[in-house]
Every structure is written in structure tokens, then in C-alpha cells.
């Protein structure tokens, strides 16, 4: 057994259902499960490794639930800077199908690397094109390597142009091998015991990209075997008109016409949806991953996050694809959520003085949304928050810092409405994937380079 002790924390956030805030708090880890929290004074005093975070932030590790790493690889390519969905993926299909094993690989430990150094312990991940000879064994390889929690989803495409699709024939799957390999992933990857580091999602990529007979069949395996459903969901204007062209049907009626509700269930951006739409989201117990900075980045619009929350919908935040986002910065993700929910407010003409019962979203929701929320929508009561029982899975900020400076009357407001930072600290069921700022897992450098070479490649076909 092994044993670590957190101690003299400035302030260390629970996100428990008490929400407590611990002035000079700590937590003490056995076996990368909690053991008990709070103040540093009334933990035992020696563990096998023990860590002063005096000075410091204490958060629960965030939960990033809509991810695509392999993005990562075409990030800010010049052809597909200014477009918007339909017209972006057209753009980066062709160089997509050019992915090897070896980009997949690396692409992965790219985005972990970058996600656990932003506070980030736990991502969805959603691969939905395998070229070349990939497979999403490459991307679980890579993960275990970094030491970050993954939900790897097996995406899929199979409704290719010449049927009516949108990603060329070149990027598509035929459904038979499709579901052959989410039952072997499955029955290979899968581990539902608490603490798990990998869990296997099946996540058809989109309405616009596989039939509805692989919806269904792909909703009738996952249940089968207890595992979660996702797919991409309303995310633009565009692909509500093809839903009414194709299936004669929106898409949140769409989903429930191919069993695609429950609590099992949860959807990428889902912008476009109507008042009772939102209520059905809520009904069924479904999730949303919502996306701001993917969805400013192409313009896609502003999801009804308040609608959802009043409504009892479970959201939690999603980085999407690094080539929509163009980084991997969970905290930079909170701070935007944030901003953007308060830009909606003003866009719809919300006055604080005109509706005193309506407020703006605070930093404290929104850190909320990445943590609890986050392991909500994943289905995970083993991660989001720091209490006893809980996987130990945390990061620290230190607030000594010209970034901070004069915030600190707030350390965990700052957290969200100053500048993203680096996170110091990152612990992972209790061992460290970052110390000092740095990567404990990997050579940062050495892992840019081959990055970069692999980027060229890419591009330049």
C-alpha cells in the first residue's frame, strides 16, 4: 500500500455537495482512492510521500467530455481558418486519411500532455476515422504512457457522399467491421470498477455521417455490454436542415427515433434545440458536452447552457477537436464557458436590474460544470470532487505569481476570471503526471518534435 499526504493548502475546493471551501486544507491518499480531507491539522502528520502545497490553489482534477486528440496534428491550417463546420471538415477529411498508426499514437500523448498540465484528469476522447492500419488501441497505448483517465470512444463513419453523406467514401467503414470492432474493444478495454483508467464509449460520429441503422445497432450493443453512447448532436444550423432533408425529422427527434435516449446518453455542442427539446434532454436523463470555444471558432452559435442547467439537463464542458479549438487548455475552457454564458445573457437583453432573480454565471458554476458536471455527463461517481472514497485526482495552482497579483483576495475566483495558467501540480489516483509545472510522464520537448515532423507530413501529403 502506498499513502500521500496533501497539506496547507491556501484554499482547497471540494465541489462536494456542500461545496466547501478548506482554508489551509489537505487530503490523505491510500492507493489512489481518498481517504480523508480537510483541514491539515486533523490529517495524520506521515504518509509515503508528502507535498506542502502552501501557497497553493487545491481543485478537483476537470473533466474534459468531447475531445478529438488526433486533431491536434492540423491545428490552424490555413485552408480551414476561416470556415465554418461543413466546410472545415471538407477541408481536413483528405489530409485526415492520411493518419497512420503512429500519428494517431502521438497525437494522443499531445493533447493528454497538454490537458494534464491544464488541470484536466479525465478525457473523452472521440476517434471516429481509422486510416491506414489506426486503430483506437493506439490511442489507449498512448494514454496508459501519460497516466490520464480515458474515455476512448469508438466513432465511426459509414454514410459516405456517395450516399448522401458528407465525408468522402476514402474516411468510411462498412458497419459490419464497424460493430465487430466496438464488441472487441469492449470485451478487451473496458473496466467499469471505480478508478478505472479506461472505458470504452461507442460514439457513431454524426447524423450527417453514418445511417440510422448503425445508430441503432451501435445503441443496442453499448446497452448489451453497460457501456455509454455518444455522438455529435445540433451542433450548427446546417446540419438541422439536413436532418429535415434526409430523415424528415430535427435532430433531437431523430435520436429518439433510433433509441437514442437515456441516461446513458450524452451529445457533443447540441446548440440548435428548442424549449421542448431541452425538456426532453431532461426527461431521459441525458448529457450535454458543451463546447465554447469550438463553437466561436466556427461560428457555430451558443449553446442554451442556463436552459439546460434549469432544467435539470446534466452539462459538462468539452474542449471538441484541436483543430477547432486549437488547444488543449481545460482551464482556458472554464474561463470561456464562463464568458460566453454572460455573452449570451447580453445578447438576449439580461439586466441584472430589470430581472434580479436571473444571475450571471459565476466562476465557482463554472468550475462546477468541468468537474461534477463533467463526471456527470460521463456516468463516472467516482471522480469530479474531493471526498472520501473518490479517486485521488487533483491539481494544485500555486497563486505566488504575476498572474494573480492582486486576486488573491479571491484565490478561487481568479482561478477562472484571470489569465488560463499551467497547472503545478497534477495527481492522477495518486501519482503525479506533472511536478513543478513540468511533466512527470513524458519529455515534453522530445514529444513536440516528433509532433511537428509528424505535422509536416501530414500537410504536405
Given at each position: 500500500?502506498?499513502?500521500?499526504?496533501?497539506?496547507?493548502?491556501?484554499?482547497?475546493?471540494?465541489?462536494?455537495?456542500?461545496?466547501?471551501?478548506?482554508?489551509?486544507?489537505?487530503?490523505?491518499?491510500?492507493?489512489?482512492?481518498?481517504?480523508?480531507?480537510?483541514?491539515?491539522?486533523?490529517?495524520?502528520?506521515?504518509a509515503d510521500e508528502v507535498l506542502d502545497l502552501r501557497g497553493h490553489l487545491l481543485l478537483?482534477?476537470?473533466?474534459?467530455?468531447?475531445?478529438?486528440?488526433?486533431?491536434?496534428?492540423?491545428?490552424?491550417?490555413?485552408?480551414?481558418?476561416?470556415?465554418?463546420?461543413?466546410?472545415?471538415?471538407?477541408?481536413?477529411?483528405?489530409?485526415?486519411?492520411?493518419?497512420?498508426?503512429?500519428?494517431?499514437?502521438?497525437?494522443?500523448?499531445?493533447?493528454?500532455a497538454e490537458l494534464a498540465l491544464s488541470g484536466c484528469t479525465t478525457a473523452s476522447d472521440h476517434l471516429y476515422l481509422y486510416p491506414n492500419g489506426a486503430r483506437l488501441d493506439d490511442e489507449i497505448a498512448a494514454a496508459q504512457e501519460v497516466g490520464?483517465?480515458?474515455?476512448?470512444?469508438?466513432?465511426?463513419?459509414?454514410?459516405?457522399?456517395?450516399?448522401?453523406?458528407?465525408?468522402?467514401?476514402?474516411?468510411?467503414?462498412?458497419?459490419?467491421?464497424i460493430l465487430a470492432d466496438s464488441q472487441r474493444l469492449?470485451?478487451?478495454?473496458?473496466?467499469?470498477?471505480?478508478?478505472?483508467?479506461?472505458?470504452?464509449?461507442?460514439?457513431?460520429?454524426?447524423?450527417?455521417?453514418?445511417?440510422?441503422?448503425?445508430?441503432?445497432?451501435?445503441?443496442?450493443?453499448?446497452?448489451?455490454?453497460?457501456?455509454?453512447?455518444?455522438?455529435?448532436?445540433?451542433?450548427?444550423?446546417?446540419?438541422?436542415?439536413?436532418?429535415?432533408?434526409?430523415?424528415?425529422?430535427?435532430?433531437?427527434s431523430y435520436m429518439e427515433s433510433v433509441n437514442w435516449m437515456g441516461e446513458d446518453v450524452w451529445f457533443a455542442h447540441a446548440v440548435y434545440v428548442n424549449g421542448e427539446e431541452v425538456k426532453t434532454f431532461a426527461k431521459h436523463g441525458c448529457g450535454m458536452a458543451h463546447c465554447p470555444s469550438s463553437n466561436m471558432r466556427l461560428a457555430s452559435g451558443i449553446a442554451p447552457v442556463k436552459e439546460y442547467l434549469a432544467a435539470g439537463v446534466k452539462v459538462g464542458l468539452g474542449l471538441d477537436g484541436s483543430a477547432s479549438n486549437d488547444g488543449s487548455h481545460m482551464l482556458a475552457e472554464v474561463r470561456q464557458a464562463m464568458l460566453l454564458a454572460r455573452l449570451k445573457e447580453g445578447i438576449t437583453g439580461f439586466s441584472l436590474s430589470n430581472d434580479p432573480s436571473r444571475k450571471l454565471m459565476t466562476a465557482r458554476e463554472a468550475l462546477r460544470l468541468a468537474t461534477r458536471g463533467g463526471a456527470g455527463v460521463l456516468g463516472r461517481s467516482d471522480i469530479g470532487s474531493l471526498e472520501v472514497g473518490k479517486c485521488a485526482d487533483f491539481f494544485a495552482i500555486n497563486l505566488n505569481r504575476l498572474d494573480y497579483a492582486g486576486a488573491?483576495?479571491?484565490?478561487?475566483?481568479?482561478?477562472?476570471?484571470?489569465?488560463?495558467?499551467?497547472?503545478?501540480?497534477?495527481?492522477?489516483?495518486?501519482?503525479?503526471?506533472?511536478?513543478?509545472?513540468?511533466?512527470?510522464?513524458?519529455?515534453e520537448m522530445k514529444l513536440v518534435e516528433r509532433h511537428n515532423r509528424a505535422a509536416k507530413r501530414l500537410l504536405e501529403g
Open positions: 500500500m502506498t499513502t500521500l499526504l496533501i497539506k496547507n493548502a491556501t484554499v482547497l475546493v471540494t465541489m462536494d455537495d456542500h461545496q466547501r471551501e478548506i482554508p489551509e486544507g489537505g487530503l490523505f491518499v491510500r492507493d489512489g482512492f481518498i481517504e480523508q480531507v480537510g483541514l491539515t491539522v486533523e490529517l495524520p502528520q506521515a478537483p482534477g476537470l473533466v474534459n467530455t468531447h475531445h478529438h486528440f488526433y486533431q491536434t496534428l492540423t491545428r490552424a491550417v490555413p485552408a480551414a481558418q476561416d470556415a465554418n463546420l461543413f466546410n472545415w471538415l471538407k477541408t481536413l477529411y483528405p489530409i485526415w486519411a492520411r493518419l497512420t498508426p503512429d500519428d494517431i499514437f502521438i497525437s494522443t500523448q499531445t493533447a493528454l490520464v483517465r480515458l474515455q476512448s470512444s469508438r466513432g465511426s463513419m459509414s454514410l459516405g457522399e456517395s450516399k448522401g453523406g458528407l465525408p468522402p467514401d476514402s474516411v468510411v467503414e462498412p458497419e459490419e467491421k469492449i470485451q478487451q478495454y473496458h473496466d467499469a470498477k471505480p478508478g478505472a483508467f479506461v472505458q470504452i464509449v461507442l460514439a457513431p460520429c454524426s447524423p450527417f455521417s453514418v445511417t440510422g441503422e448503425l445508430m441503432k445497432q451501435s445503441a443496442k450493443l453499448a446497452r448489451e455490454y453497460g457501456v455509454h453512447l455518444h455522438t455529435h448532436l445540433a451542433e450548427t444550423e446546417d446540419e438541422v436542415q439536413f436532418c429535415l432533408q434526409k430523415f424528415g425529422l430535427r435532430p433531437v488573491l483576495h479571491d484565490p478561487v475566483a481568479a482561478a477562472v476570471f484571470c489569465h488560463p495558467v499551467r497547472a503545478d501540480t497534477t495527481v492522477i489516483g495518486g501519482r503525479f503526471v506533472v511536478r513543478e509545472g513540468q511533466l512527470v510522464t513524458l519529455d
